[in-house]
């Protein structure tokens, strides 16, 4: 693990300077750190997003931005989160509500400086404070625990980028000897600060104690007339608390969202980083380029997945699954050996080894499959067991049913659950056959080994072992003319 920024040979020289005190408390931190307490900043309006919906509740790989944040902070077994949502952000902490963490209102949005100060009032001086933005979402774990071993009693650490194009952050100026001094931002810059790209991410880290003190001291003394979070770097320098940077090693990691396009773009870096650790982890992808992971993926080994395929929540995913173009499966986890032939939606369902399913099929949540399992072309299945070996392999509706094994639902059979007011259980015994396009009226109970004849509406108890016929005669009328066209 790095430690440091860039500079080592500077570093080591810093520490050389550094008084015995200093070298004491970060001992007596090494022994028992301070408490954590992270601050998300989310009071933003995010009026560049152009939607009716808080920015920090777009959706990034399935989940709002935000969330994104909060689970990444959660990792580091935090004693507090403390997020700042602003004026009209009611939604944001609706929406998010059954997360372990604090809210803060921003009443009136004034600078990050106010906004960290709002929460400061709920974290005690004996924490260290880690300051992470709601619309930084891919920040990752790594990069901040780096960045917490560099921040200690006295000492400050912030997180900086080298971006290709600074524009619209805030730089950081360096001294001579390559120490930090202050960040500038942007419309505040003159034109050599302009030329620095080396940006601010807004990611700090710092105690509580002089994070307050320093809070306390920013003036909106710029040409925002906002009380800025960088100001507390030019503080820090001036009460000589150490300030550490740290050059994040992935600028992806601290790209911001503001507009629909950067939003774009990370779904982009997202999706290719979902995509890498499924190769390295042996999974075959015919284009890595074209799925789409929005959720956490567990698989065996020898999965082969084929192009657009949309993996959402929690999806797991056998040895030897093959997963034809096309499909979408979300929350679903499937057994070994297992086909998906292209174009099918599977939310929701458990399915276990050996099936066959689609192509164009459908599995709503809670749909369970045995073994064996054959599920064909344009087949729905929703709330419904089917046992070992059973078929449904053409156009059927399977609503609320319960099936035993080796049965066999004929092309077009529909099991009528609803009522158009309630819905109703349909039992269907092992080694059942139901014919082509029988209608099974629930509540209906189809004994072991029956058949049902092609055609047949059943709407009372099937017989085990027998045939049932519930259609009209076929009948031939003898005799019978048709008619001809009368002359006018
Ligand atoms: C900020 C930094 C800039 C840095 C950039 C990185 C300051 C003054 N500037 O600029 O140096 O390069 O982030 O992306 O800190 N927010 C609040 N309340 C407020 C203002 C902002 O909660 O009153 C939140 C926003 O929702 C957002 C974050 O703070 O999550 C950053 O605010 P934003 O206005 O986007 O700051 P930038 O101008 O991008
Ligand atoms: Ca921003």
């Known amino acids: 693990m790095r430690t440091g920024g860039q500079r080592p040979s500077k570093r080591g020289s810093r520490d050389a300077r550094r008084s015995g005190a200093a070298r004491g408390a970060d001992a007596a931190r090494a022994a028992s750190p301070a408490p954590l307490s992270v601050v998300i900043l989310a009071a933003g309006e995010g009026k560049r997003m152009k939607s009716a919906h808080p920015k920090v509740l777009q959706p990034l790989a399935g989940r709002p931005l935000l969330k994104h944040v909060i689970d990444t902070a959660r990792t580091l077994a935090p004693a507090a989160i403390q997020v700042v949502y602003g004026h009209g952000g009611e939604g944001v902490r609706s929406a998010l509500e059954v997360e372990p963490v604090s809210w803060t209102l921003q009443a009136e949005r004034l600078g990050t400086g106010h906004a960290v100060l709002q929460a400061m009032q709920h974290i005690p001086d004996g924490h260290l404070v880690l300051v992470l933005y709601g619309d930084v979402p891919l920040i990752g774990r790594g990069t901040i625990r780096e960045l917490l071993a560099l921040a200690g009693p006295r000492r400050l650490a912030l997180l900086?980028?080298?971006?290709?194009?600074?524009?619209?952050?805030?730089?950081?100026?360096?001294?001579?000897?390559?120490?930090?001094?202050?960040?500038?931002?942007?419309?505040?810059?003159?034109?050599?600060?302009?030329?620095?790209?080396?940006?601010?991410?807004?990611?700090?880290?710092?105690?509580?104690?002089?994070?307050?003190?320093?809070?306390?001291?920013?003036?909106?003394?710029?040409?925002?007339?906002?009380?800025?979070?960088?100001?507390?770097?030019?503080?820090?320098?001036?009460?000589r608390i150490a300030v550490r940077p740290l050059i994040a090693p992935r600028v992806s990691e601290v790209l911001g969202v503001n507009d629909k396009a950067q939003l774009a773009q990370l779904e982009a870096v997202w999706r290719a980083q979902a995509a890498r650790e499924l190769l390295r982890e042996g999974v075959t992808l015919a284009d890595p380029a074209r799925l789409d992971v929005r959720g956490e993926v567990a698989h065996g080994t020898d999965v082969f997945i084929d192009v657009n395929v949309v993996l959402e929540g929690k999806v797991v995913l056998g040895d030897r699954v093959r997963l034809g173009a096309g499909c979408v499966i979300r929350n679903s986890e499937i057994g070994a050996d297992t086909e998906v032939f292209p174009h099918c939606v599977i939310d929701g369902a458990l399915i276990g080894p050996g099936c066959n399913i689609g192509p164009f099929a459908r599995l709503r949540p809670t749909a369970t499959l045995a073994g064996s399992v054959h599920i064909g072309n344009f087949v729905e299945v929703k709330n419904s067991r089917l046992g070992a070996g059973s078929k449904a392999n053409h156009l059927a509706y399977l609503g609320d049913a319960r099936l035993g094994e080796r049965v066999n639902i004929g092309a077009g059979t529909i099991v009528a659950n609803y009522d158009g007011a309630n819905k109703h259980a349909t039992l269907i015994e092992d080694d059942v056959h139901t014919g082509s396009n029988s209608v099974l009226v629930a509540p209906i109970t189809v004994g072991a080994g029956a058949t049902i004849a092609a055609g047949s509406t059943v709407t009372r108890a099937v017989p085990a072992g027998k045939l049932t016929v519930a259609r009209a005669r076929q009948a031939t009328i003898e005799g019978w003319r048709r008619p001809v066209k009368s002359k006018k």
């Open 160 to 239: 900086t980028m080298k971006a290709d194009d600074p524009q619209g952050y805030g730089r950081i100026v360096r001294s001579a000897r390559g120490l930090v001094q202050r960040i500038v931002e942007e419309r505040d810059a003159t034109r050599r600060e302009l030329a620095i790209h080396e940006c601010n991410t807004g990611v700090l880290a710092c105690p509580a104690q002089l994070l307050r003190g320093w809070l306390a001291r920013v003036k909106p003394d710029n040409s925002a007339a906002e009380y800025y979070l960088t100001d507390v770097i030019a503080l820090a320098v001036k009460d």
